[in-house]
C-alpha cells in the first residue's frame, strides 16, 4: 500500500471519527420532512442477533448478485455496501427509504438501527496486524449542497462522507479526483449525472499463526475438472486448526484465525469433486454461514495446509448489483432523494473497489513441538481432513470474530500464472 494511498485512507477515516462525536443519535422522516431527534436511546443489549440476521442476509443477496452478472473470480464487501446504502436509506422518501430498509433488512426503530450502525462502523482495524480498511464517499457535483441534517446523521454513524467535485464543469478532473481519492482506475465510471458513489475496502491482515516458516513453492492450479489452467505459489505448512465439510457447498472447509488476539477469522471452502459453481452460489441462503460455523471441529492432530499466495482486486458495478435486486428509484427518481440534498443527488455511478491480499506474513511463530507433531490417518474420514491443498477454485471469506459478520466475500478461480 503506498504512502499516499494510506494517507488518504487514514485521512478519510479520521473524518468520519471526528464526526462521530456529534452525538446525533436518531433519525425520522416523512414524506414531508426529515427531522433529528436529539436525546438518548434505550440499551438495546440484544441487538446482536438481528444485527447479525440483517448482515448474513444482505451478503448472501450481494455475493449472488455478482455471481450472476458472470463473475467467477471477485472480492466483495457486502458490509461495505450495505453501510453505503443504509446511509442513502436514511436520506429516501418514505417509499425508498422502507424499501431499502427491507434489502437492507433493517428495523424500523430508529434506536435499533443506531446500534446496528455502531456495530458496523466499528468492524475495522487499521492496527500492525490487522488492516482492514473501508470509506464510503457521495461525491456531489460542486452546484449540490447536502441537507445538513442527513450529512450530519451518516457521517456522526460513520456511514457515509459527502465531497465535491466539478462533475459537470469539468468531468475529466472529477473523474481523476475520484480515481487518487481511491486509488483505483474505475473504467466504468458513469458521470452523466450530478454524483458517484464509491466505497473501497482493503485487507491485508497478518496470520495469528505464523506462515512465515512456510515452504512456497510454484504448484499447478487446476480447474473444476481436473485440467491444469496454470500455476500459484503455493505457502505449505503443517498446523492445527478447525476443518469440516459442508454439503450444500460441496467443499472442506477451514478456519485459520487473523490478527495477534484472533480479532478476526478467515474461512476458506475449498470445492471438492468436479462441482458446478454456478447452482451452489444461486442456491445459498444466509443460513449457509451458521452452517459452515457449526461443521469446523478441531483437528486431532496437525494437517497440511497449503493456500496459494495472491492479491485478488475487483471494481465492481454495485450499482448494477442493486438494480438486479430490485434498486432503481435511487438513480433516476428526485423524489427519492430529496432528503439527501439540494437539488436532489441522483448517482449516475456506484462503483466498490475491494483488494484481499494474502502472503505469509505472520504474527509470531508457533511452537516447534507442534510443528514436528506428526502421525498417519487412523482411517478414511481422517485422511479426508488430513491435508487442505488450495490448488483449485475456492471460495473464502473474512469475518470479525465479535459479531461473525462477512467483511469480505471472494471466489477464487483463476491462477496467478496462467497457462
Known amino acids: 500500500m503506498s504512502a499516499l494511498r494510506v494517507f488518504l485512507l487514514v485521512s478519510l477515516a479520521l473524518c468520519s471519527a471526528a464526526t462521530s462525536k456529534r452525538g446525533i443519535v436518531t433519525v425520522q422522516g416523512s414524506l414531508d420532512d426529515l427531522n433529528i431527534n436529539f436525546g438518548t436511546c434505550p440499551v438495546y443489549p440484544n441487538v446482536l442477533e438481528g444485527y447479525r440476521e440483517a448482515l448474513d442476509n444482505f451478503t ?39 424499501h431499502l430498509f427491507d434489502l437492507l433488512h433493517l428495523p424500523s426503530n430508529p434506536c435499533v438501527r443506531h446500534e446496528y450502525y455502531k456495530l458496523a462502523a466499528s468492524r475495522y482495524s487499521f492496527a500492525n496486524d490487522a488492516a482492514v480498511v473501508s470509506n464510503r464517499v457521495l461525491v456531489i457535483d460542486e452546484g449540490v449542497t447536502p441537507n445538513p441534517v442527513w450529512h450530519n446523521f451518516v457521517a456522526g454513524n460513520s456511514l457515509l462522507n459527502v465531497l465535491t467535485a466539478p462533475i459537470k464543469y469539468n468531468p475529466i478532473a472529477a473523474a481523476s479526483k475520484i480515481r487518487q481519492l481511491v486509488y483505483a482506475n474505475f473504467p466504468r465510471l458513469d458521470l452523466h449525472g450530478n454524483s458517484v458513489l464509491i466505497d473501497t475496502v482493503d485487507y491485508n491482515g ?12 510454484r504448484a499447478p492450479f487446476y480447474s473444476l475438472a481436473g485440467e491444469i489452467i496454470g500455476s500459484v505459489d503455493l505457502m505449505t505448512i503443517r498446523r492445527r486448526g478447525r476443518i469440516g465439510y459442508v454439503s450444500l457447498l460441496k467443499s472442506k472447509v477451514l478456519e485459520i484465525p487473523i490478527g495477534e488476539n484472533k480479532k478476526y477469522s478467515l474461512i476458506v471452502a475449498l470445492l471438492v469433486g468436479n462441482p458446478d459453481l454456478r447452482p451452489i452460489i444461486s442456491e445459498l441462503k444466509s443460513s449457509i454461514i451458521p452452517e459452515v460455523l457449526a461443521s469446523l471441529k478441531e483437528t486431532e492432530v496437525p494437517i497440511e495446509i497449503a493456500l496459494p499466495q495472491f492479491t485478488i482486486n475487483s471494481e465492481l458495478d454495485a450499482k448494477t448489483i442493486l438494480e438486479n435486486l430490485g434498486v432503481t428509484r435511487l438513480w433516476t427518481d428526485p423524489q427519492a432523494t430529496r432528503y439527501i440534498s439540494t437539488p436532489p443527488a441522483l448517482p449516475s455511478s456506484y462503483i466498490q473497489r475491494a483488494t484481499v491480499t494474502l502472503n505469509k506474513d505472520g504474527v509470531y511463530l508457533p511452537p516447534i513441538a507442534e510443528l514436528r507433531s506428526h502421525r498417519p490417518p487412523s482411517g478414511p474420514e481422517e485422511t479426508f481432513f488430513s491435508e487442505f491443498k488450495a490448488d483449485r477454485p475456492f471460495m473464502f471469506g473474512l469475518y470479525d470474530i465479535e459479531t461473525f459478520t462477512s467483511l469480505i466475500a471472494s471466489v477464487y478461480t483463476q491462477p496467478t500464472y496462467p497457462n
Open 206 to 217: 497478518l496470520w495469528h499463526t505464523a506462515f512465515a516458516d512456510a515452504v512456497v513453492k
Open 60 to 98: 448472501i443477496e450481494a455475493f449472488k448478485g455478482i455471481a450472476s452478472l458472470g463473475a467467477f473470480q471477485f472480492v466483495i464487501s457486502p458490509h461495505s455496501m450495505w453501510m453505503t446504502v443504509a446511509a442513502m436509506a436514511e436520506g429516501a422518501d418514505y417509499y425508498t427509504r422502507h
